[in-house]
């Protein structure tokens, strides 16, 4: 089975501007979530979807959103870029999510670098 | 803010050597899952452990969970310079959401 992907892997932007980053899960999984990873707050959550629908969210701002489409992937958007959004942007991806006993998968990031 | 920290935050040993990593949480869990980050990449799933579960190994890893002490640690065993990568624990409360730990930077000289 292939993995997460995440697209793009790099991003330049200035501040300002807004971002869109795609999330395709692993085939079978319907639950995705998204991670915020930064050095001094480290990783963080974001969101999670499932079914389309935003089940979970974190303490984030609402300039990020997300949506997630009928065949799993999703994507999110960052509106109105701020120099402190420049992370690592990482995608997770499990069945159900729920259970209490399922891995979470990561993709290999989006790295934002904000200008 | 992060629920978990971890310590040490660096770790430096030889090859050959086990490495031990401890984490700790603060509200009750569902699981406790550990990942492996090699320099800002992405994650990579080593190990879960549930909630009811004490003692885990895969491979030259073993994880215990301590509920009552909201606290995890995660041995590897005869380390190889290839295991050089930062760890985090991780664990799962409400639905699939992950709350991370501060991580621990684990150098393996050859």
């Known amino acids: 089975k292939a993995g997460v992907t995440q697209t793009p892997r790099y991003l330049i932007k200035t501040r300002g501007q807004q971002v869109t980053l795609s999330c395709s899960p692993i085939?079978?999984?319907?639950?995705v979530s998204w991670y915020q990873q930064t050095p001094g707050q480290g990783l963080q959550f974001l969101f999670e979807?499932?079914?389309?629908?935003?089940?979970n969210k974190g303490n984030f701002p609402g300039r990020f959103s997300g949506r997630q489409f009928s065949n799993s992937r999703s994507e999110m958007n960052v509106s109105t870029l701020e120099l402190g959004d420049s992370a690592l942007y990482l995608c997770?991806?499990?069945?159900?999510?729920?259970?209490?006993?399922?891995?979470?998968?990561f993709g290999p990031g989006t790295r934002l670098l904000v200008l | 803010s992060q629920q978990g920290e971890e310590d040490p935050q660096a770790l430096s040993i030889q090859e050959g050597e086990n490495a031990t990593m401890n984490c700790s949480y603060k509200?009750?869990?569902?699981?406790l899952q550990w990942y492996r980050q090699n320099s800002g990449r992405g994650l990579v799933h080593l190990i879960l452990?549930?909630?009811?579960?004490r003692e885990k190994h895969s491979g030259r890893l073993r994880v215990t969970l301590d509920t009552s002490k909201k606290s995890s640690s995660l041995l590897i065993t005869a380390s190889r310079a290839a295991d050089t990568a930062s760890y985090f624990c991780?664990?799962?409360?409400?639905?699939?959401?992950?709350?991370f730990g501060e991580g621990t930077q684990l150098t393996v000289n050859p």
């Open positions: 997770a991806s499990s069945l159900a999510g729920t259970s209490g006993k399922e891995t979470q998968y």
């Open positions: 085939s079978g999984h319907r639950s």
């Open positions: 979807y499932f079914s389309e629908t935003q089940r």
């Open positions: 509200t009750s869990i569902n699981n």
């Open positions: 452990i549930r909630s009811n579960e």
């Open positions: 991780a664990s799962e409360t409400s639905g699939s959401r992950l709350t």
